[in-house]
């Protein structure tokens, strides 16, 4: 979905080394291949093709799977609106897909990729905490940041856009 082809994706792993690299596709499968590079699939939404992930350690497979991507953008798993307003309504939907995941034999998950908004995260994670067995299906935290702002960008704390995302980041250390 992506545009990358295995011949792509052998190039990205001679330069890089294969095990320095991992891809994914936003997809819960792909046919793309490079000796020794892992493919991470997604559940992009919740409940989302959950037959179509593939056993983990199979055909490049890896260990780990990525979970919902941006629940925080209408435009992405938030176009499901009571995902978007209701974090804390959907940590039972979470544990659901990734004990699914677990069942093939991923071992490491990816938190819900956030786009925008550390508060949903943090209402997420509180009821995670509360709810059976969600804790376990949270290793790692993904987030990034869109800027209108990349070719006058400054990395210096008389910026803006800097304090911005330095002030984000901030949010998500402290979440973890």
Known sequence: GNGWSSDALRVASFAAGASKLWHYNWLP???VRATGVEFVPTIKFPGQALG???RAGVRSVGYTVKGWNEPDDPGQAGSIQALRMNPEAYAQAWTRDMSAASAKGYTEFVGP???HDSCWLDHFLKACEVTARCKEHVTYLALHRYRQDCGTYVADSDY???REDLSYILSFYRIM
């Open 160 to 162: 803006p856009g800097w």
């Open 113 to 115: 990729a956030m786009a």
């Open 52 to 54: 179509s992930v593939p």
């Open 29 to 31: 499968s792909t046919d």
